[in-house]
């Protein structure tokens, strides 16, 4: 079975940085759109950032612009998220996500994952 398998969270203190990373099992990330998102507590899901298999175009959320980059291994299956210059407000569980691709090319705000990893926490706190 195809599962998304998320790692990297913990504990940081404003400033700092955190790469989180996702990897797919069963089958590889090539064919796929695949992006990140986060949920603080109390709020709606949000999407952060996406890479799409189309193009490699990758696009943020506005709040994250500047400060996180994702990428991808495809040799190892797996998508990054460098996540510098860390804030209070970036407090969520994040998710990894796939979507297949399908007509247009797939941008972190049209996005509509077909699959999502279980999640991790990122605390920012001093």
């Known amino acids: 079975q195809w599962q998304l398998v998320e790692s990297g969270g913990g504990l940081v203190q404003p400033g700092e940085s955190l790469t989180l990373s996702c990897t797919a099992t069963?089958?590889?990330?090539?064919?796929?759109?695949t992006g990140w998102f986060r949920q603080a507590p109390g709020k709606e899901r949000e999407g952060v950032s996406c890479?799409?298999?189309?193009?490699?175009?990758?696009t943020y959320a506005e709040s994250v612009k500047g400060r996180f980059t994702i990428s991808t291994d495809n040799a190892k299956s797996t998508v990054y998220l460098q996540m510098n210059n860390l804030q209070p407000e970036d407090t969520a569980v994040y998710y990894c996500?796939?979507?297949?691709?399908?007509?247009?090319?797939?941008?972190?705000?049209?996005?509509?994952?077909?699959?999502w990893g279980q999640g991790t926490q990122v605390t920012v706190s001093s």
């Open positions: 996500a796939a979507e297949v691709p399908v007509g247009a090319d797939i941008t972190i705000g049209t996005m509509s994952p077909d699959y």
């Open positions: 890479i799409s298999s189309k193009t490699g175009r990758t």
């Open positions: 069963g089958r590889g990330l090539n064919y796929y759109t």
